[in-house]
Each structure stands twice: as C-alpha cells, then as structure tokens.
C-alpha cells in the first residue's frame, strides 16, 4: 500500500484508497474501519510526533547511522 500511495499521491480520496486496497487483496470494509479508528489515528499521532523530536522537516527523510538525510538524496550519500 505504501508504495502505491507514495506513487500516486494526487489520488488519496476513499475511492481511491478503496480501489488500491482491493488491488491488492485486503478486505476493504476492514481497511476503511482500521483507518478511521481511534486506536490507528493515536498510532498515528505518536509516530508523527516522534518524527518531530527527530527533527523530520519533509519526506523523504533517512537516518543512516544517526545522521539525518532530509529529501531526494539519491544513492549517493551512502558511498
């Protein structure tokens, strides 16, 4: 799903999402009553606040071995 997502992110409306999950095999009333549950949107919450203590600015962001590589960095960074 990640991936489809991150693919496609003019189109994240629930039909859309609907689509994608069906696409790919999951049961579709649970992925949509998983999404909207509380306990999913606390998940949620918690991760996006631990990215900010991290100091997680924008997406794509990698930590390699405790440095912080914020954007399309490409490969190269690595070497």
């Known amino acids: 799903m990640h ?3 991150f693919a ?3 189109r994240l409306e629930d039909p859309h999402l609907w689509a994608r999950a069906e696409r ?3 049961d579709v009333a649970r992925f ?5 549950s509380d306990r999913i949107a606390e998940r949620v ?3 996006f606040k631990g990215g900010v203590r991290a100091g997680v600015a ?3 962001t990698l930590f390699v071995d ?3 590589h914020s954007g399309r960095t ?3 960074f690595l070497t």
Do not use: I, K
């Open 32 to 36: 949509d009553a998983d999404r909207r």
């Open 74 to 76: 490409g490969l190269a």
């Open 58 to 60: 924008t997406t794509p």
């Open 8 to 10: 496609d992110q003019g």
């Open 45 to 47: 919450r918690e991760h």
């Open 66 to 68: 405790g440095e912080r």
């Open 24 to 26: 790919l095999g999951l």
């Open 3 to 5: 991936d489809a997502l």
